[in-house]
């Protein structure tokens, strides 16, 4: 195995934990996401040396940057901006934005196959026309409201998890 793939390995076994903590209490640890990040370092660093630990840096810069504008816009947790710095400590920055990409398409895919079988699509469409179109238009149809006690939340690790795994097949 080389050294890469030995990360790969190192970031799995990380993100299995994290997994196992957000499904049963939608949290990922700090032990969990600021232990993987040192790891990714150190491992990074003993392995590839400086250039090695200038890779896992990139990619702590580039997990934590992208995922804390995704966390000011209300889309992710902290847990998640820790995480995929974390995730970019053990994979860089290429491999960590193309996890990334994969997680989100996946919460899209999981997120539609939810509102289908809570039979919710319709009514979230119609929110949507209604946004777009203006409340004149719409008169008859009441607004969705969203507010964090009525937000429908699913664990991201259900989809970061296979994210990480499709993007690891796919660029490895």
Partial sequence: MSWESLGYLGCFV???AAFMTD?????????????GLVAGLVWN???????????????????????????????VGGGDVKLFAAIGAWTGAVMTLYIMMYSIFAAGLIGILVLILRREIFSRLRGALRNVLGSYILKSW?????????????PFMLAVLPGAILAVYYLS
Avoid: D, E, H
């Fill in 23 to 35: 499904i049963r209490t939608m949290k990922i640890p700090n032990v969990i996401t600021l232990s």
């Fill in 14 to 16: 990380m993100l299995a």
């Fill in 142 to 154: 009441s607004p969705i409201r969203v507010g964090a006690k009525k937000q429908l939340q699913i």
């Fill in 45 to 75: 660093l003993l392995y590839g040396g400086w250039m090695g630990g200038l890779f896992a840096l990139k990619g702590i810069a580039a997990g934590f940057g992208v995922m804390l504008l995704l966390y000011f816009l209300g889309a």
